[in-house]
């Protein structure tokens, strides 16, 4: 029964993604004739309303807390720990507004999930460490600080990866530049129990999974030394007491 639930999941997400195309690709029609806030509005709507629908059939236990610290207008990160590809679906249905997150470039070649990660204010990102790569990364973390200063929302995941159960892993160096360097508010978020819906054993099970945003961390009045040394760490120190008061 599990596994039968765990194959009708993904056919529905393989089929919604079809289903959808349309409406995304009448998003990039408008979004060339200028109608690009209207489009956002529509399409963080069904990528909303899509993590809902996941979510309630997955049927997993979900807990929210810190809701009052998202920060509805301007510019912000959320900053995560990142357990789970069950994670981005969390975000699309909780931040309460439209986020946008930095995606491997390995994703940009798979059919209509790319295009709904551009629409939905994504950009792909290439981790290899010659010079044209790192050339082409930092075009793409200016585009996510572009999008932080003209009032968008973007989700940094300093892990780099997903731990896949094993606890929080170390942030990599230079992860939080899209919020230091666009200045903007940082909530801190964490996740646990989303490895358990799916990842643990490759069935979807109904695992209790919990979320919580803690108070926002204004970059704009640190001093540099804090922002280049100390407020991962800081971070990283919000993110250990919240995943060890959930466990």
């Known amino acids: 029964m599990?596994?039968?639930?765990?194959?009708?999941?993904?056919?529905?997400v393989g089929l919604s993604t079809i289903v959808l195309?349309?409406?995304?690709?009448?998003?990039?029609?408008?979004?060339?004739?200028?109608?690009?806030?209207f489009t956002s509005w529509g399409i963080y709507q069904i990528a909303h309303g899509w993590g809902w629908l996941l979510i309630k059939l997955v049927g997993c236990k979900l807990t929210v807390t810190g809701r009052e610290h998202i920060i509805k207008k301007g510019g912000v990160c959320f900053?995560?720990?990142?357990?789970?590809?069950?994670?981005?679906?969390?975000?699309?249905?909780?931040?309460?507004?439209?986020?946008?997150?930095?995606a491997k470039k390995e994703l940009a070649w798979i059919p209509l999930l790319n295009v709904w990660i551009l629409l939905i204010g994504g950009f792909f990102i290439d981790r290899k460490t010659d010079r044209k790569s790192i050339k082409r990364a930092i075009s793409t973390i200016?585009?996510?600080?572009?999008?932080?200063?003209?009032?968008?929302?973007?989700?940094?995941?300093?892990?780099?990866?997903r731990s896949r159960g094993q606890g929080l892993l170390p942030f990599r160096p230079g992860s939080l530049k899209l919020a230091t360097q666009a200045k903007a508010p940082i909530i801190p978020m964490t996740i646990t129990g989303s490895y358990d819906v799916f990842e643990r054993d490759g069935v979807v099970r109904k695992a209790p999974v919990r979320v919580a945003f803690e108070k926002p961390i204004i970059t704009a009045d640190?001093?540099?030394?804090?922002?280049?040394?100390?407020?991962?760490?800081?971070i990283r120190e919000i993110m250990e007491a919240a995943l060890a008061q959930e466990n």
């Open 79 to 102: 900053v995560s720990n990142h357990g789970s590809i069950f994670d981005i679906v969390l975000v699309l249905a909780l931040t309460g507004r439209p986020v946008g997150f930095i």
């Open 21 to 37: 195309i349309p409406f995304g690709i009448l998003a990039l029609i408008l979004n060339l004739a200028g109608f690009r806030q």
């Open 222 to 234: 640190l001093p540099p030394e804090d922002l280049r040394k100390n407020l991962a760490d800081q």
């Open 142 to 161: 200016n585009a996510g600080i572009r999008r932080i200063q003209s009032g968008g929302a973007m989700i940094i995941f300093p892990e780099g990866t």
């Open 2 to 12: 599990v596994m039968i639930k765990t194959i009708l999941l993904f056919a529905l």
